[in-house]
């Protein structure tokens, strides 16, 4: 174990004063967070709080200034992003990234790039198919002629075909409509119940702390608040600031 990392097992991911930002603008002010391996947490918080900044600093997209990051007890400092699939870090963006031209199934075997993914790909597709029978149906359509919640589907199913240690899903339900969401967000449940560890940022408040098992609140670069989600969404601060009823 990496000296300094504060122990237990079952802590897979470890994220202490992690400071990033672009140029000299400071996004995140000392963030700590934690993911114990088998838990769906999620990221909340309004627009422009550094959900994506913190997703991207732990993928190593941006270059966090201060503070530390493990994975399993390994440090990620000085890792390209590259390294992290290997490692076992799914990121799947903001705006899902997919190869337009490319058919849906070309997308979700790009997944499976990683070495330590490449021999288990078959079965991972099969998985992946057996979550999402949509993108089965259409595995030879161009990514780019799918819909919307169909496109977030083929990202969040690329990100599996990696068979990753951490899913991180950027909010998988931007753009979508509200049954589209829902159905999105029951997916995402259901990936965690496969036994997946999922980190998932949200502004989608209210259903997102419906189906994962604790989160932090995010505002303006700091960690405003953080327990089991059934504690968010019943917290009067949060729902008159963020939720509206
Ligand atoms: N490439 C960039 N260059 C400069 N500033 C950036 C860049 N990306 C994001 N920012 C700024 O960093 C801050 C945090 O952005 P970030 O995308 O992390 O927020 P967010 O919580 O994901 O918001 P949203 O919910 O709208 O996606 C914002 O003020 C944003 O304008
Ligand atoms: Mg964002």
Redesign the pocket.
């Known amino acids: 174990m990496a000296s300094g990392m504060p122990d237990s097992d079952r802590r897979l991911l470890v994220v202490r004063g992690l400071e990033a930002?672009?140029?000299s603008?400071r996004?995140l002010s000392g963030v700590d967070l934690e993911v114990r391996t088998g838990e769906a947490v999620a990221v909340i918080?309004?627009?422009?709080?550094?959900?994506?900044?913190?997703l991207r600093a732990i993928s190593k997209l941006v270059e966090p200034t201060a503070g530390e990051v493990w994975l399993d007890g390994q440090p990620l400092a000085g890792l390209p992003a590259h390294r992290l699939p290997e490692l076992g870090i799914a990121h799947v963006p903001?705006n899902r990234r997919l190869f337009p031209r490319l058919t849906v199934e070309e997308n979700l075997l790009m997944g499976a790039f990683p070495k330590s993914a490449r021999s288990q790909w078959r079965e991972r597709l099969a998985f992946v198919y057996g979550l999402f029978p949509r993108l089965r149906e259409r595995r030879h359509q161009a990514a780019g002629t799918l819909s919307g919640g169909e496109q977030q589907m083929c990202a969040i199913g690329r990100g599996l075909m990696s068979g990753p240690r951490l899913l991180m899903l950027d909010?998988p339900s931007a753009g979508l409509a509200p049954v589209i969401v829902q159905q999105l967000f029951a997916l995402v449940r259901r990936i965690a119940d496969e036994g997946y560890t999922v980190l998932i940022?949200e502004?989608n408040i209210q259903q997102v702390l419906r189906i994962v098992d604790r989160a932090y609140l995010?505002e303006t670069g700091r960690i405003r608040a953080a327990g089991p989600a059934h504690q968010l969404l019943a917290s009067e601060d949060l729902r008159k600031a963020y939720i509206g009823l």
């Open positions: 930002g672009y140029s603008f996004v918080g309004p627009n422009g709080a550094g959900k994506t900044t913190l903001e909010e940022v502004q995010l």
